[in-house]
């Protein structure tokens, strides 16, 4: 239900398009990893993935389960809360595994928040997170490195920025890109693990990033 709900709102909103790398596999049990730029980014990446065929289990901060529909939704789908800060925070990995564990793609963000610049250019994927590494030693499931441009001309900056550019967006429409690229497995200590992730990650965005013609890329 929340990609199909994603697959008719991004559209109002921009023109996605949607690449893939030759080698690109977004084989059972494997691990979505994707850049964070706005609030709007998980919608078209979410999008660009049921065009390819798949539905994945998203990880999320457990505030989104407090909003009101969304929550409800994101509860009955079996998605992931992530209590930042917390030590309940390790349970999402037990559930992350368990669902890759049962052939289901989980869909990580593991930057762990947003850009904090107020314009609406693209930036490159800042320091990744160890829990994604973690996953993948406890798992060995190999790593889909995504990357998505043009998010940031829907929704960006300050509250009211971000007000102003989505009730505008479906006048502007502006364009979209999602590239999904091929498959890595990350091998040797957690930090390597995280910079090689973080690595095939941010050569997914400059792909995307290219196709907008951004000089960021």
């Not at 660009?48 to 529909?69: D, F, M, N, S």
């Not at 930042?84 to 793609?105: E, I, N, S, T, Y």
């Not at 990580?108 to 994604?132: N, T």
Request: hydrophobic content about 45%; glycine content about 10%.
């Amino acid at each position: 239900m929340l990609s199909r709900i994603a697959d008719l709102l991004v559209p109002a909103v921009g023109r996605l398009a949607v690449t893939t790398d030759p080698h690109a596999d977004l084989g059972p049990g494997s691990i979505i990893a994707a850049n964070h730029t706005s609030l709007a980014d998980p919608a078209i990446v979410v999008t660009a993935l049921r065009r390819l065929g798949v539905e994945p289990v998203i990880i999320a901060a457990a505030g989104l389960w407090r909003v009101p529909l969304l929550g409800r939704l994101l509860a009955s789908e079996g998605h992931i809360p992530v209590v930042r800060g917390d030590r309940r925070a390790a349970d999402a990995l037990d559930r992350a595994a368990d669902a890759l564990d049962q052939g289901r793609l989980v869909l990580i963000y593991a930057e762990g928040g947003l850009p904090r610049r107020r314009d609406v250019a693209e930036q490159a994927p800042r320091a990744f997170r160890s829990g994604l590494a973690r996953l993948t030693e406890r798992t060995g499931a190999p790593i889909v490195p995504v990357g998505q441009a043009g998010a940031r001309r829907i929704t960006s900056g300050s509250t009211a920025k971000q007000v102003a550019g989505l009730a505008t967006a479906p006048l502007r429409r502006p364009t979209l890109h999602v590239h999904v690229g091929a498959p890595v497995s990350p091998s040797g200590v957690r930090t390597v693990r995280t910079a090689q992730a973080q690595a095939a990650v941010t050569t997914a965005w400059r792909t995307a990033t290219a196709h907008l013609g951004e000089p960021a890329a």
